[in-house]
């Protein structure tokens, strides 16, 4: 998980901000209920400034993009910062890629001005693949099409801008306007262009697969982890521990084991991390003693690597190393227990406890080490592990974190159904909303209606829509009120 450039301070969960930087559904229900002004000034800093902490993964865009319908907001503030001066200086993709994202929802529920934004954008913005790729699949061909002139303006007609059309058409994520464009039949000129760029692009993944960079036949052990050492001392460093080690499977046999032995004891981080790799996929009775030695390097890739190598491996020897490591205060300890969390049984309950308290304690709601330890408790059910799992879904920043605890609380909270889960229905994930649809009693009216919103919803994912139809079609829980 990486911090984006553009994240900002995460307000307390109590407040109205802090709700909806974190995509609760408490945020949505909040806003409704406030003052329409502050939540508008809310909305809007979130799609402004974009909270999330890996904006890769965690999503945001449908729950703002909706909370902009039920409160009626203005678009043009969107505009403003859309196409502010930042925007000529600052061409990252989190600036800007939340705001187009909404944009895209909202043009996909009628609003005519957000694919106006999103056109306009397109054609003068730094950021203008995202918004491309937002048309790609809600603009009209006639509308596409118009763009196509404007768009290749960007390219200019010498070698150079040739080479980068041919990239931009090459590594385009939805390639229908391309095809569109290179289709014009009233455009000659520009069909031209786009169809060598095409061509181009075809030619160049296939020399690329001419022209591997990887080992060939006939490699032995000495060359792979040579080649792994290399790309260790290129700029920028290519880490080539899992493709060597892929490597070493096809060409170390036992003769080699004392050579991955020794690589693995020491020398080069690149090549000992390719063997430590190799030889804890296959077992090796001497891996878990060369891994915990390689956990107290100076060398953090290395580190990393060998804590990588050692939650890969299974069997009753690890699961026993596991709960001695587990304990422990450092980097093996947590990866110990998060292997206990996905591979142990009944009895590791309280070391996987033990271990989600400790990360709680020393890394905050949002440690990276969580997730395991928050699915392990799910998975064992732990029901004391239940204060816990509810302090991480208020308060952490991480929906995707909140996800995985609210999936817990489901196997371990008896009180979940008929209280987090509701909130779930509002939540800015997908698979919160589903495990929320798949979770509540349908005898409560605010819940009904919800539901059917969301079955109805153009815009909501497949597994929702059919996690709400299948519920709102079964006849009511024999235990429901009616309502």
């Known amino acids: 998980m990486f911090a984006s450039p553009t994240e900002t301070d995460i307000a307390p969960s109590w407040t109205l901000l802090g709700l909806l930087q974190r995509g609760r559904g408490d945020g949505w229900l909040h806003a409704l209920a406030a003052p329409r002004a502050e939540a508008v000034a809310a909305l809007e800093h979130c799609v402004l400034n974009d909270p999330r902490a890996d904006w890769q993964l965690e999503r945001r865009s449908l729950y703002y993009a909706r909370l902009y319908l039920e409160l009626g907001a203005d678009l043009r503030p969107l505009a403003e910062h859309l196409f502010d001066a930042d925007d000529a200086t600052r061409s990252d993709e989190e600036r800007t890629g939340l705001a187009l994202s909404v944009l895209g929802h909202l043009a996909t529920y009628g609003r005519g001005h957000a694919l106006k934004l999103l056109r306009g954008y397109a054609v003068r913005g730094a950021n203008w693949r995202w918004a491309l790729d937002e048309l790609a699949v809600r603009d009209s061909d006639a509308g596409l099409r118009a763009l196509g002139p404007r768009i290749l303006d960007r390219f200019p007609t010498t070698e150079e801008g040739e080479a980068a059309l041919a990239a931009a058409v090459r590594d385009s994520f939805e390639p229908r306007p391309w095809r569109i464009w290179a289709e014009d039949p009233a455009r000659p000129a520009q069909r031209k262009r786009l169809t060598a760029a095409l061509e181009q692009g075809d030619f160049d993944r296939w020399q690329r697969q001419l022209r591997p960079s990887g080992p060939r036949p006939g490699w ?52 000992r991390a390719a063997a430590l790799r190799h030889l804890a996929d296959r077992a090796d009775p001497r891996a878990l003693a060369l891994i915990e030695a390689a956990t107290a390097s100076q060398d953090p890739d290395l580190r990393r690597a060998a804590l990588t190598a050692f939650s890969r491996m299974d069997g009753a020897g690890t699961l026993a190393q596991a709960r001695e490591w587990a304990v422990r205060g450092d980097e093996l300890g947590t990866t110990a227990a998060a292997l206990l969390a996905r591979r142990g049984t009944a009895t590791d309950a309280p070391r996987v406890l033990a271990a989600l308290h400790r990360a709680v304690r020393t890394g905050g709601a949002d440690s990276r080490e969580l997730r395991p330890l928050v699915e392990g408790v799910g998975r064992l059910c732990v029901t004391a592990a239940v204060p816990v799992l509810r302090h991480l879904y208020r308060e952490t920043p991480s929906s995707q974190l ?59 994912q497949a597994g929702v829509v059919s996690a709400v139809r299948g519920r709102l079609g079964r006849p009511r829980d024999r235990n429901e009120p009616a309502g």
């Open 402 to 460: 909140r996800c995985h605890a609210a999936r817990a609380l489901a196997a371990t909270d008896p009180h979940f159904a008929s209280g987090l889960a509701v909130e779930c229905l509002w939540d800015c994930e997908e698979e919160t909303r589903q495990l929320g649809a798949e979770s509540v009693p349908t005898g409560d009216a605010r819940v009904v209606e919800r539901m059917r919103s969301l079955a109805h919803d153009p815009a909501e």
């Open 220 to 271: 032995s052990v000495a060359s792979v982890l040579d080649w792994a050492r290399d790309g260790y001392e290129q700029t920028p460093r290519h880490w080539r521990e899992a493709p060597a080690a892929r490597c070493l499977a096809a060409v170390a046999g036992p003769e080699d084991r004392p050579a991955l032995l020794a690589a693995a004891a020491g020398g080069h981080p690149a090549a």
